[in-house]
């Protein structure tokens, strides 16, 4: 069964203390993992998406790697307006239209930045 | 969120009434989904849908129906309400399959209670 573990569950920061999070990842065949973010009463927002390992991207403060069993997004000298959760999710290898969008989310990881 | 609008935002339902979530896009995109967002539980599939007049059950289906007679709508039925459905619920979209240069972009979210 597909799964995704995402880590920690909360992170509190003071502004400009660079962290991580980690997005562990177990599903057959990956054929992408996407990060999100998402602010309160709102729909995830589209940041990322890595498709092999020693794969890298960035944005602004946040870069994504990924590995073969995990990815992480590195949030540097984070501001208060990086304050969300962050969510990750799998895309399992099947055939084009099998797969459709099939998803398979972590719990999420709240991260607040304080000034 | 660039194109998919989902109604209502909120609605509050008595056990056993019936009821339909929109969802529509504008982006020509073949790929739509639905998804249910619940404390401790991320987001989890409910349908999936991989063109007109093709649907799929995810990992949460009962309880809901599904159909897609346009690209444009893919409406989510709720045949006879449950407190257990009590969730946020979000649509999702994509051209294709999440594969190498695609993104797949989330509606805004509808709150549903069923009392």
């Known amino acids: 069964?597909?799964?995704v573990t995402q880590s920690p569950e909360a992170l509190r920061l003071q502004e400009g203390e660079s962290s991580s999070l980690n997005c562990s990842y177990t599903v057959s065949g990956l054929r992408g993992l996407f990060w999100y973010r998402q602010d309160p009463g709102k729909g995830p927002e589209f940041l990322f998406t890595l498709y092999s390992a020693g794969e890298e991207k960035e944005k602004e403060r946040l870069k994504a790697t990924l590995t073969k069993k995990e990815s992480f997004l590195h949030i540097t000298a984070p501001k208060p307006e990086d304050s969300a959760t962050y969510l990750c999710a799998a895309l399992?290898?099947?055939?084009?239209?099998?797969?459709?969008?099939?998803?398979?989310f972590g719990g999420g990881t709240r991260v607040l930045v304080k000034p | 969120n660039a194109g998919v609008t989902q109604t209502p935002k909120f609605q509050v339902l008595k056990t056993g009434q019936s009821m339909t979530l929109q969802c529509a896009q504008d982006m020509n995109h073949e790929y739509m989904s639905w998804y249910r967002q619940d404390p401790g539980m991320g987001l989890r599939l409910i349908h999936y849908s991989v063109g007109a007049g093709i649907t799929d059950q995810g990992e949460v289906p009962n309880g809901y129906n599904v159909s897609r007679s346009t690209t444009e709508d893919f409406p989510l039925r709720l045949l006879s309400a449950a407190p257990s459905q009590t969730s946020v619920y979000f649509c999702a979209s994509s051209y294709s399959v999440g594969g190498h240069g695609n993104t797949i972009y989330f509606g805004e979210g509808s709150w549903l209670t069923v009392v």
């Open chain 1, 1 to 3: 069964e597909d799964q």
């Open chain 1, 92 to 104: 399992r290898g099947e055939t084009i239209k099998a797969a459709g969008n099939k998803l398979t």
